[in-house]
């Protein structure tokens, strides 16, 4: 893998990234707080030339300004139009957007090309980024590992076309998520699939990860497939279903 991914931990349970090009390409993603990204990168030297956004919520954007006014570069990322008109994070980081991205707008990022995937469903607009020279995707809060996000603003058959979508990169994509959720998600999906000995296992894995105080991400789309319920959901219509036992749970 040519691009380093860091893992920044945010608020209580979001990550922002830091992603390391070897020709010294410096992007900050989903900056929710400003603190603790800044902290790593002054630590590290590092100074970003780029802000990606996966989507506008606040604890993906509320970092920005002071990361801009610390470290002037460009700020890019998914349209946030469409989504419900009295969202104020909205307005402030459309207002700040050098570049809004759309699904056609791949880009280049420290010589490698970065494909930019429309994947609606928890916002009206949300970008996942898919560095398929290095093998990885930033999937924000589309997808978590054993989860995905709600349907805040979005459909439910949107978001299943999103995770479907995610589910067709190659199995050993690394799948780099906009929180730690889980060991949560693990326990809910124990309780629908007990007898899945992936799932166990990969559970188990987690428990331990968390018990250290660590991340349990990156996961893989591999592991996903096995473990993630609701990415395996075999129509939108469960799809949605257990969306909902989700939200109730
Ligand atoms: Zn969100």
């Known amino acids: 893998m040519s691009i380093n991914v860091h893992i920044v931990p945010i608020l209580s349970d979001n990550y922002a990234y830091i992603l390391e090009g070897a020709d010294d390409s410096v992007a900050v993603v989903d900056p929710g707080e400003a603190a603790p990204v800044i902290k790593y990168l002054e630590e590290h030297g590092l100074t970003p030339t780029l802000i990606l956004i996966t989507h506008h919520h606040w604890d993906h954007v509320n970092g920005v300004d002071e990361i801009l006014e610390r470290f002037p570069c460009t700020l890019a990322g998914a349209d946030p ?9 909205k307005k402030v980081i459309k207002a700040r957007f050098d570049e809004v991205l759309h699904e ?11 494909q930019t995937l429309s994947t609606p469903g928890h916002t009206p607009e949300h970008l996942c980024y898919y560095f398929k020279e290095s093998g990885f995707v930033l999937c924000g809060d589309v997808m978590f590992s054993m989860g995905c996000g709600r349907i805040l603003d979005g459909s439910a058959a949107e978001l299943y076309s999103s995770l479907q979508k995610l589910g ?14 889980t060991q949560s998600n693990a326990d809910f999906c124990l309780k629908i699939e007990p007898d899945n000995k992936a799932l166990q296992k990969r559970s188990n894995e987690v428990n331990a990860l968390r018990a250290k ?8 789309l591999s592991k996903e497939k096995e473990t993630n319920l609701f990415l395996k959901a075999k129509s939108p219509q469960a799809f949605k279903e257990l969306r909902t036992l989700k939200d109730r749970s």
Request: hydrophobic share 30%; aromatic share 10%.
């Open 81 to 89: 139009e469409g989504s419900a008109p009295d969202s104020p994070a």
């Open 104 to 114: 056609s707008c791949s880009f280049s990022f420290a010589g490698e090309e970065v």
């Open 168 to 181: 067709a990169l190659p199995d050993e994509t690394l799948i780099y998520c906009g929180h730690e959720y």
């Open 213 to 220: 105080g660590l991340s349990t991400l990156p996961s893989t």
